[in-house]
């Protein structure tokens, strides 16, 4: 008797949607209240803009690292765990509070471990999807809800409990991301036995440098968001409540652009959604800059984060899948990652700590000039058939 075809595994959507539930409510505690907690450690805004600097600046050096790995060896999911578990580990550090040198290694460290999973498990996401990429949207859509969910609740929570609290929710979101990697299987398993040559020739095609330089400026434009918007809102006489309902609207208006991302990209395909999400970011920092005092705008602004982050991200991972191919998804990820959310994000913070001292306006009127850079280099990215 004649057996049929492989059954293709059913797609674990909820143990998927978890893992990114988690890993982005350690986001929604870390990117609007870091700072703060930092501050009432007596940390100035120096030494705040460079402790987000290390943090950026693994993203960097990690992805790389356990990229080469998991395509070397096939272990994704091992990789994931492993990292996950190890990130709670460091992370109990923050609890001696060993002053700024303390707190950078300790940063370094957990850090080192947090950014070895997120690049691995976009990869495993994609692979369970097989020739239905366009779902990703609706199970990173999880992540934004997570993101929004603490928020939302810690906003709420800080205002009638000392944020000192915060590396506690932390510590239990990591081992949440530990345990949900627990849940879910390893599949497609494949290693990665081609040359780096053919690795390094896709990284120098002009499409390709251009869209990394385009990722690289975008990101650095979102420095000052991620490490002083918070303390930036709080200056101009914000509430926390309010300052965490503001985040959790711009991740709201991600979730919504998640949702209808599959049928926006074969309309108006990955190029122009690309530029249209850079020039946008261009206008988010220009309202949040100089209208700050206004709360009509300032809600526009972060209803642009639909398209600055949310488009903008979604377009990314559809661009790293096609320029890489199956053989180095993983590496290609891990660079994107790299140089967008790493090196990006860490020239941003740096530059934001420096400029912060001089005006507080400053850190997002460099935000502006960088998004321009980015949109300079995203018109040279060609995309076939977008």
Partial sequence: MLSGPAPVPALPYW?????????????????????????????????IGNIGAVLMLTKVIAPNIWGWLADRSGRRLRIIRIGSFCACLCFLGVFLQLGFVGMALIVAAYSFFWNAVLAQFEVITLSYLGNQPQRYSHIRLWGSVGFIVVVVGLGWLFDRIAIGYLPVFILAFLALIWLCSLSVREHNISRNTAPLSGFIRTVKQPAVACFLAASFFL?????????????????????????????????????????????????????????????????????VAYFVSSVTLLLFAQLLHAFTFGIAHAVAIELVRSFFGAKNQGQGQALYSAISFGGGGAVGAALSGTLWGVSVELPFVMSIFAALIALAFARFVVITGS
């Avoid at 949607?17 to 805004?45: C, D, E, H, K």
């Fill in 15 to 47: 143990r998927l949607s978890g893992f990114y539930f988690f890993y982005f409510a350690v986001v929604g505690a870390l990117v609007p209240f870091w700072g703060l907690y930092l501050q009432s450690l007596g940390f100035s805004a120096q030494a």
């Fill in 219 to 287: 990101q650095v434009s979102h420095g000052s968001y991620y490490t002083f918007f918070s303390l930036y809102l709080e200056n101009a006489g914000y509430q926390r409540a309010s300052i965490g309902g503001l985040w959790a609207l711009g991740v709201i208006a991600e979730v919504v652009i998640f949702i209808f991302m599959h049928r926006l990209v074969p309309r108006f395909g990955l190029r122009k959604l690309l530029l249209f999400s850079v020039a946008a970011t261009v206008i988010r920092w220009w309202l």
